[in-house]
Structures are given as structure tokens and as C-alpha cells.
Antibody, heavy 120, light 107 residues
Framework: EVQLVESGGGLVKPGGSLRLSCAASGFTFSSYSMNWVRQAPGKGLEWVSS????????YYADSMKGRFTISRDNAKKSLYLQMNSLRAEDTAVYYC?????????????WGQGTLVTVSS | EIVLTQSPDTLSLSPGERATLSCRAS??????LAWYQQKPGQAPRLLIYDASNRATGIPARFSGSGSGTDFTLTISSLEPKDFAVYYCQQRSNWPPTFGQGTRLEIE
């Protein structure tokens, strides 16, 4: 069974940092692009970042560029999101989602999400 | 970026009825459109990819159609478990974008 499990969320002060992790199982991790998508409380879905299977290609949403860093460790079957200079508007549930062999793809499946709250 | 506009924002129907949800793109996305279902407290689930292909395990009552800028998700006969929020997403151009969602509620 394909499974994605996020961790690392929590409460952080504005300007602080947090590192999210996503542990994958049930598929050949290195063959798939991986993504982070977030959802602010009561709001819709917002794409955050994507990384190709070999980490050769990386994309970020403009509002996260320079603050967030996506990475992956294929040996550990894990995806990461380093978030710096956090703002109140970054408060959201962050989902990790598998892509396809192509970098720009649909998302399937999704993890259960991890809540990040940025507040003083 | 490509803006996806879903309509209506809320759709009130009864079990057994047919649901038709729309997604319009600000420019052509060819057939590179997906649909997701999200229930309260859960992660989204892929229903349809590339406009008309059902994802693994998705029942046949869900179907997608369209190309270019206008797309439709149809649920042929609503079951109680289908009441949820539905999102469309394009993968034609960076960045991938989502519609604002359609809430399907029980009338």
C-alpha cells in the first residue's frame, strides 16, 4: 500500500523555522516527483513546491521562494521542507503528495497532513 | 499563472440526483486537468486525472469531461458519502494551480 506520513509540524513564532518530513512507503520513491501542498484553515489548496525524482529539478511558489527549501533523500524514502522566516500567513496544514514520473503532474496519494501554526 | 474558477461555489442536491460541477481555466490547459474530493478533516483524494481518466479505485459514477478551458465533473447518482468539497487542478503550466472548490451539500 502506498503511504505518506508527514511529521514536524507545530507552533512557531513569526520569523522562526521549522522542518517538515514526509516518510514514504509502498512504492519506488526515487521514480516519482514529490510535492508539498498546503491548506490554510478553512481555505482552499495551495501548491508549495515540487522536486523531481533525482532532485535535479525544483520549483517553488513565488511566495515561498527564498524562504522554503524542498529536498529529498531517496535512500531514506523521505521528503523534507525546510521553512524559514515564517509568517502568520504560512499557518496551514501541509500535505506531502506524490506526483508522477513527470515533475508537473497531478497529486496522488496525499499524506494526512501536518499542521503548522505561526503565532506569537 | 493560470486561474481556475469553479462553479457553483455551493451545490445543494439530494442522494440519487446527478451532480454537475464546472471548472473554467483562464487559458487553455489542454486536457491537463485533475479533480479531487476532500472530506472534513481528511486529505484530498484524486478522482480524475487528465480530464477524463478515473484514478485507481474511483467508482464509475464519477466522470470527467472537457478540454481547453472548460471542464466538468459529473457524479451520476449521488451517494451520501459523495457530499464533500471538490477541487480542480491544472498541470499544464507552472505553477500548478487549484480552483477555489465547490462544496457539495445535502439538500
Amino acid at each position: 500500500e502506498v503511504q505518506l506520513v508527514e511529521s514536524g509540524g507545530g507552533l512557531v513564532k513569526p520569523g522562526g523555522s521549522l522542518r517538515l518530513s514526509c516518510a514514504a512507503s509502498g512504492f519506488t520513491f526515487s521514480s516519482y516527483s514529490m510535492n508539498w501542498v498546503r491548506q490554510a484553515p478553512g481555505k482552499g489548496l495551495e501548491w508549495v513546491s515540487s522536486i523531481s525524482g533525482s532532485s535535479s529539478y525544483i520549483y517553488y511558489a513565488d511566495s515561498m521562494k527564498g524562504r522554503f527549501t524542498i529536498s529529498r533523500d531517496n535512500a531514506k524514502k523521505s521528503l523534507y521542507l525546510q521553512m524559514n522566516s515564517l509568517r502568520a500567513e504560512d499557518t496551514a496544514v501541509y500535505y506531502c503528495a506524490r506526483g508522477t514520473s513527470q515533475l508537473l503532474s497531478w497529486f496522488d496519494p496525499w499524506g494526512q497532513g501536518t499542521l503548522v501554526t505561526v503565532s506569537s | 499563472e493560470i486561474v481556475l474558477t469553479q462553479s457553483p461555489d455551493t451545490l445543494s442536491l439530494s442522494p440519487g440526483e446527478r451532480a454537475t460541477l464546472s471548472c473554467r481555466a483562464s487559458q487553455s490547459v489542454s486536457s491537463y486537468l485533475a479533480w479531487y474530493q476532500q472530506k472534513p478533516g481528511q486529505a484530498p483524494r484524486l478522482l480524475i486525472y487528465d480530464a477524463s481518466n478515473r484514478a485507481t479505485g474511483i467508482p464509475a459514477r464519477f466522470s470527467g469531461s472537457g478540454s481547453g478551458t472548460d471542464f466538468t465533473l459529473t457524479i451520476s447518482s449521488l451517494e451520501p458519502k459523495d457530499f464533500a468539497v471538490y477541487y480542480c487542478q491544472q498541470r499544464s503550466n507552472w505553477p500548478p494551480t487549484f480552483g477555489q472548490g465547490t462544496r457539495l451539500e445535502i439538500e
